[in-house]
């Protein structure tokens, strides 16, 4: 969902009344401004422990975060829980104000995943629209793989990290088969 002050910024967009959400400059120059300030508040804590801190923040701010619109647009899709939620909030601030952390993070079946692409075929991982999924790009990149992600962002960053992920945006009709 785009709201107004994103299209304003971006120029003329086409967009049905339900994609626009009306907010005040206002709101959105204080949620900015909240951002950059925790942003830059956490820097004080070194790199290596960033990642804890935001996990204890995150737990921490959970009822506030309970009350925007944005933690409910993601709790109705029924992928995350609270607390996954709230910390991709705090995630995304810390990674799109240049905050830089080190995820520590295990991944179940990554061994299949290295075998598969071991072969030299290419893999194909999909995973869902879920707070957290973009977790997935950063660990490719810890181990030494520099994946393609399909997004409309041309400035998504790998989490964390102040790197551009490599992304392709196709055509919305290249997703989709023609019927036979």
């Given at each position: ?91 995304n601030a810390m990674t799109r104000n240049g905050a830089l952390f080190d ?78």
């Amino acid at each position: 969902m785009m709201n107004l002050v994103d299209s304003k910024v971006l120029g003329r967009l086409k967009l049905r009344p339900s994609q626009v959400r009306v907010t005040s400059i206002r709101e959105d120059s204080f949620l900015h401004t909240a951002e950059l300030c925790f942003a830059t508040a956490i820097r004080l804590v070194p790199r290596r422990h960033r990642f804890g801190a935001a996990m204890l923040l995150a737990r921490a701010a959970l009822p506030l975060f309970r009350r925007t619109d944005a933690y409910l647009e993601q709790e109705v899709k029924k992928f995350d829980d609270p607390q996954e939620i709230a910390l991709h909030f705090v995630l995304n601030a810390m990674t799109r104000n240049g905050a830089l952390f080190d995820p520590s993070i295990s991944v179940k079946g990554y061994e299949q995943f290295g075998q598969a692409y071991a072969a030299g075929k290419g893999v194909l991982v999909i995973g869902p629209h879920a707070a957290l999924t973009l977790l997935m790009v950063r660990v490719f990149h810890d181990r030494g793989l520099d994946p393609v992600v399909v997004s409309p962002d041309p400035r998504m960053r790998i989490g964390g990290t102040a790197l551009t992920a490599r992304r392709s945006c196709p055509r919305v009709r290249a997703l989709l088969c023609a019927p036979p």
